[in-house]
């Protein structure tokens, strides 16, 4: 029976991927933070561990009590706001914390396979869609960022090629899920709306809603991740759609799925959408606005495609609905 550590198996990516490797046979570890547990979403046969990256004696207590043949890392500060707010944190957890982690999985089992969650925030801004050789942002001041560029560089490709390691960073794409908690845009967009349908809030604010993104769904991406570990060689992958939606097309879609109707007016910052009574419903927040990006960044997951023989399952619109209905049934419950 192989056995597998997730870090993070709280958070949206550690709790499919701890599903999806109980259905395959695997024994499964988790590590989470003791200081603020969040177990809602794993499943019962996972053994629990308790420790952060911050932590070198809690990492090799965890790598030691698991011997895992095969580990995924998802712990790390992963919303922007707070990376910015705490950039020496993020670099201490999303940096540091990979290579405690790296070093001691090889020290307990040199074949262990190690799969490092990397992010698309490390690509310049490019007209074309994005693969694993494009430009990486270096002179970035995104601390999430920079951290997740070095922990590639120094650790996933430093030792892949000086230690024949079976290292891989999946460079992600936004995902999104029931699970996903609320401080992100998307599960405030279907939370929010589902809430005014309801009559228990009034108007959504958000900041640009031309704004566009490459949004998948969580449990598609953490199969590839899985097919990632499988392959014969080790090596980088993007992980993503290939397609771009807009903020307001997340909307319309939510909006139809809740049998809700929504007209726009005004532009930019000065946009409104109106419901059936001529209601604001949705409104722009000067403090959350940023102007469009240039190049909105799309990534090409040819290499997925064709060396792990994977593709998205979830359409952006189903992936919307198993938002929507799962926030319609929790928040009716309240």
């Known amino acids: 029976m192989k056995k597998a550590l997730i870090t993070g ?8 991927m701890a599903e999806l490797l109980l259905k395959k046979g695997y024994k499964v570890f988790g590590l989470v933070q003791k200081k603020d547990p969040n177990l809602k979403n794993i499943p019962s046969r996972v053994k629990i561990l308790f420790g952060d990256l911050k932590d070198p004696g809690a990492i090799s207590k965890a790598v030691k009590s698991s011997e895992p043949d095969e580990v995924y890392n998802f712990a790390g500060i992963s919303d922007l706001k707070t990376a910015f707010e705490f950039p020496e944190q993020t670099m201490e957890v999303n940096y540091y914390g990979v290579g405690r982690l790296l070093d001691e999985v090889i020290k ?52 892949r090629k000086a230690k024949a390691t079976f290292a891989c960073s999946a460079i992600l794409f936004n995902h999104e899920s029931p699970r996903r908690p609320e401080r992100f845009v998307t599960r405030k967009i279907t939370s929010t709306l589902v ?31 899985w097919k990632m ?28 799925i809740l049998s809700m109707k929504i007209s726009w007016r005004g532009e ?7 419901d059936e009574m001529g209601r604001i419903i949705v409104k722009v927040n000067p403090d959350f606005y940023r102007p469009n990006e240039k190049y909105p960044k799309m990534g090409n997951p040819v290499r997925a495609r064709k060396v792990l023989d994977w593709k998205p399952k979830v359409s952006f619109k189903q992936l919307i609905k198993t938002m929507v209905e799962d926030d319609l049934l929790n928040i009716s419950k309240r």
């Open 195 to 225: 809430k005014i349908k309801l009559g228990l809030a009034e108007c959504l604010e958000l900041g640009n809603l031309e704004s566009r993104r490459d949004w998948g769904f969580a449990g598609d991406y953490v199969e590839a991740m």
């Open 9 to 16: 198996i709280g958070g949206q990516d550690g709790s499919y």
């Open 108 to 159: 307990i089992n040199p074949k262990a396979k190690f799969l490092q969650a990397s992010s698309s925030e490390i690509f310049s801004a490019s007209d074309g869609d994005l693969d694993e050789n494009s430009e990486r942002a270096w002179s970035t001041d995104n601390p999430y960022a920079k951290a997740k560029m070095m922990a590639d560089r120094d650790f996933i490709q430093h030792y």
């Open 268 to 274: 930019g910052i000065k946009t409104e959408g109106l």
């Open 229 to 256: 570990l499988q392959a014969k060689k080790p090596q980088d992958y993007v992980i993503a759609t290939g397609k771009t939606h807009s903020i307001k097309e997340f909307i319309e879609i939510a909006i139809d």
